[in-house]
T-cell receptor, first 113, second 114 residues
Framework: GAGVSQTPSNKVTEKGKYVELRCDPI?????LYWYRQSLGQGPEFLIYFQGTGAADDSGLPNDRFFAVRPEGSVSTLKIQRTERGDSAMYLCASSLGAADTQYFGPGTRLTVL | AQSVTQLGSHVSVSEGALVLLRCNYS??????LFWYVQYPNQGLQLLLKYTSAATLVKGINGFEAEFKKSETSFHLTKPSAHMSDAAEYFC????????????FGRGTQLTVWP
């Protein structure tokens, strides 16, 4: 079956601009996660949704970052006033439930010039 | 606080040699432990996971890992390396107190020489 998909695969933007990153989870998965992976580092947790609600958003670095999942399926990660330090690979994962295996998408590479 | 430590950011082995990638964790509750592999320009793929059943866990592509509570370790091994094993490997823990989020190590880049 179809895995987790993320669009776009690459995004180049200028400092100060607004960006949206999209994640399509595996059908039927109620849990959805966003992680950020900087060069040479492991993924770092950003936010976790159970259904439509954010069950844990403690990893969001500041109020420029926001994520939604209005219908409990597709999720969008939104970054306002982007900074060069936001450049990273943004990974999305989904799972049947919180204790189940997380399946990762291919990621969106964000570059802020 | 650091939850997962991967010793050695780079490991090089010859084709056919033993692969050993080290992972130590810190957790006050019994954890779930995972190894993921990441090939260039791809997302993470699950190799194997430990969920408090058998301490020796077998995964895909001939990899296995052993959970050792006394050493707080979950090292990944493969008896004979193949060129296609060259990738980055991440150890991760999912702690009961914050179920849902994975804590990843920094990763180990495995190079396999012919």
């Amino acid at each position: 079956g179809a895995g987790v998909s993320q669009t776009p695969s690459n995004k180049v933007t200028e400092k100060g601009k607004y960006v949206e990153l999209r994640c399509d989870p595996i059908s039927g998965h109620t849990a959805l996660y966003w992680y950020r992976q900087s060069l040479g580092q492991g993924p770092e947790f950003l936010i976790y949704f159970q259904g439509t609600g954010a069950a844990d958003d403690s990893g969001l670095p500041n109020d420029r970052f926001f994520a939604v999942r209005p219908e409990g399926s597709v999720s969008t990660l939104k970054i306002q006033r982007t900074e060069r330090g936001d450049s990273a690979m943004y990974l999305c994962a989904s799972s049947l439930g919180a204790a189940d295996t997380q399946y990762f998408g291919p990621g969106t590479r964000l570059t802020v010039l | 606080a650091q939850s997962v430590t991967q010793l050695g950011s780079h490991v090089s082995v010859s084709e056919g040699a033993l692969v050993l990638l080290r992972c130590n964790y810190s957790s006050s509750v019994p954890p779930y432990l995972f190894w993921y592999v990441q090939y260039p320009n791809q997302g993470l793929q699950l190799l194997l996971k430990y969920t408090s059943a058998a301490t020796l866990v077998k995964g895909i592509n001939g990899f296995e890992a052993e959970f050792k509570k006394s050493e707080t370790s979950f090292h990944l091994t493969k008896p004979s390396a193949h060129m296609s094993d060259a990738a980055e490997y991440f150890c991760a823990v999912n702690r009961g107190s914050t179920l849902g989020r994975l804590y990843f190590g920094r990763g180990t880049q495995l190079t396999v020489w012919p």
